[in-house]
């Protein structure tokens, strides 16, 4: 097997995937050639390059899609638009659309030529058992990865019983074989209930358990009607504030946890490719933690009180915005289902002598369900709410997955970073209403490829353009320790390498970024390392066709672990990502457990 003029170990340490994963970087010397990275070729006095020097300039050209939703004055879908029946804006410049896709019932009906120099597309994902139909036309870009997302914590059993019922029935009929479907709940911590499947019906068999399991908002239900009982008993208005403070503290609490899992989610889900879709279903949250007790102190104590204006200090807007945000960085859309359903004001009204009666419930609803339209609209998605029967609007959501326009353009600023706004218009045509996600964050390459190779390594999904393999050598236990040096070999057929051609060899330049999840589900922080690539010019030929070899050094627990490398060619723009799995010091039986 031919290496590099210069064989690199990169030593990582990852302690059971608790501490610092990146401990040392070391290069070693092979044959005559020393570990130092190619130096540049020198420059003559006046700066000019020597001749026969080949210098290349890399410009990568990073592609933005926005999925469009075009429907008409009745909500009907409009289909048959073109690329110039669309104008985009970012940061309320034109932008010129380079990438169309239409899609109706499933099935692509348009498609532009891409860019000339895009980024090398991801390969298909592999789908077991699972025959090719109208969606397998659709590339890997436009694959539908699908999450059921049941809050549990802000769920009443009987509201999340009945929706559950009829998501099942949406999974069966609505949603597509092949695609990619994912089942997780949060009470008090997010849990993976059914991993990703292309199976729609393994994941609605599995919602059949959550209906054993206690829901947790009716309880609240009671600690808010004593919190009332409380304030309206209250002999002071300075008393009053202090029972709905000390709740709204308590909510508030609450709900940081319910939108760090949240956040926490769509980070999960920022490398994988192809459009996503969140399934949000709960009761409701709260814009401000218990606004309507604020309403019910100052109803109460109308002189003075100052309830309305110490609600403002809960005000919880700006998580929300924070997570939309998040979502439209990684192309995650939401659609909220309030399972509430049509709600009912509640006997519990707060009446005195100079004020109308004010209905604590009214307050409560429109309080609850203004972060599930916040949400929904910021990201392109739909709300659903104040609906006994949710499929008929998921039978609406589902059109969106199948019937739908994909505009791309070429970002204006490349990994700087920053959020940009984007907006949407179909000029030419007048009535129509267009929902798209309505910014996006224009990634580093570091944090593009940190999400990818965080992403292979939670779900194991592997996009491979330039067909890196991981080898496994056998682990060598440190003396004295109860810790294991495990060699892991990252291979790359040099054919797949972008090479530039110098006076006397080949250079290319990597960037290698590693991560690791033991059976527990604790994780590394990804480290990276730069990894120039020199072949000899005389060696070149006899290079092709085999692979460019370097190795990593893990130290590891025993046991099971996950192991997730992301490899990116500087030169081509190329991104891959690979997992494998590996057992340090025990049976392979073990590995059943990541």
């Given at each position: 097997m031919l290496r590099s003029a210069a064989r690199y170990t990169v030593t990582v340490m990852v302690l059971g995937c608790r501490t610092t994963a990146l401990l040392a970087l070391l290069l070693f010397a092979a044959g005559a050639a020393g570990a130092q990275e190619p130096e540049p070729p020198a420059a003559g006095e006046d700066g000019a390059r020597e001749p026969g020097e080949v210098f290349v300039d890399t410009v990568e050209v990073n592609v933005v899609n926005v999925e469009v939703y075009v429907t008409d004055k009745e909500g009907n879908r409009v289909t048959g638009l073109t690329r110039d029946d669309f104008e985009v804006y970012e940061d309320r410049r034109k932008v010129e659309i380079t990438n169309f896709y239409a899609v109706e019932d499933g099935r692509p009906v348009a498609e532009f030529p891409r860019l000339r120099t895009p980024p090398a597309p991801p390969e298909p994902l592999p789908v077991p058992g699972v025959e090719a139909d109208g969606r397998a036309a659709i590339p890997e870009e436009q694959r539908l990865n699908l999450i059921v997302y049941i809050d549990n914590f802000n769920l009443r059993p009987f509201n999340r019983n009945r929706v559950l019922r009829e998501l099942r029935v949406f999974l069966g009929e609505e949603v597509r074989l092949g695609d990619r479907v994912m089942l997780v709940s949060y009470d008090r911590s997010l849990k993976v209930l059914r991993p990703f499947t292309t199976d729609p019906q393994a994941v609605a068999s599995a919602l059949v358990e959550l209906e054993r399991v206690t829901g947790h908002a009716a309880g609240r239900d009671n600690d808010r009607r004593s919190v009332m009982e409380r304030i309206q008993d209250a002999g002071s208005p300075n008393q009053a504030l202090i029972w709905a403070r000390s709740y709204a503290e308590e909510l508030s609490n609450d709900l940081r946890f319910t939108v760090d899992a949240l956040k926490e989610m769509v980070n999960w889900l920022s490398g994988l490719p192809g459009r996503k879709a969140v399934l949000y279903v709960s009761d409701g949250l709260p814009m401000v933690p218990a606004q309507e007790l604020f309403h019910a102190v100052d109803a109460l104590h109308p002189a003075g009180s100052g309830a309305i204006t110490e609600s403002l200090g809960f005000d919880a807007s700006r998580l929300f915005q924070e997570l939309a945000a998040q979502a439209n960085a990684n192309r995650v859309t939401f659609y909220t289902i309030d399972a509430a359903g049509l709600r009912v004001d509640s006997s519990i009204d707060v009446q005195n002598r100079t004020a109308q009666p004010?209905?604590?419930?009214?307050?409560?609803?429109?309080?609850?369900?203004?972060?599930?339209?916040?949400?929904?609209?910021?990201?392109?998605?739909?709300?659903?709410?104040?609906?006994?029967?949710?499929?008929?609007?998921?039978?609406?959501?589902?059109t969106d997955f199948d019937t739908y326009y994909s505009l791309g353009y070429p970002a204006p600023e490349a990994g700087r970073g920053r959020y940009h706004r984007i907006e949407v218009r179909v000029p030419g045509r007048r009535g129509l209403t267009v929902r798209h996600r309505d910014g996006y964050r224009d990634k580093t390459v570091e944090a593009r490829m940190t999400d990818g190779t965080m992403t292979a390594l939670r779900f194991e999904i592997a996009r491979n353009p330039i067909e890196a393999r991981l080898e496994f050598g056998e682990a060598l236990r440190r003396e004295g320790e109860q810790h294991w040096v495990v060699p892991i070999e990252v291979r790359i057929p040099i054919d797949n390498l972008t090479l530039i051609p110098r006076a006397d060899s080949h250079e290319g330049r990597l960037r290698l970024f590693v991560a690791a999840r033991d059976a527990a589900g604790d994780t590394s922080p990804v480290q990276q390392a730069t990894l120039p690539v020199s072949i000899p010019a005389a060696d070149i030929e006899r290079a092709r066709g085999e692979d460019w070899v370097?190795?990593?050094?893990?130290?590891?627990?025993?046991?099971?672990?996950?192991?997730?490398?992301?490899?990116?060619?500087?030169?081509?723009?190329?991104?891959?990502?690979?997992?494998?799995?590996?057992?340090?010091?025990?049976?392979?039986?073990?590995?059943?457990?990541l």
């Open positions: 004010i209905s604590v419930s009214s307050i409560d609803t429109h309080n609850v369900q203004a972060p599930l339209r916040y949400v929904a609209d910021a990201t392109g998605g739909v709300a659903i709410l104040n609906r006994n029967r949710v499929l008929p609007a998921l039978e609406q959501v589902a370097y190795r990593v050094e893990l130290l590891m627990r025993g046991g099971p672990h996950l192991v997730a490398v992301g490899v990116r060619d500087e030169l081509a723009s190329s991104e891959s990502f690979v997992s494998g799995n590996v057992v340090v010091g025990a049976r392979p039986a073990a590995l059943e457990g």
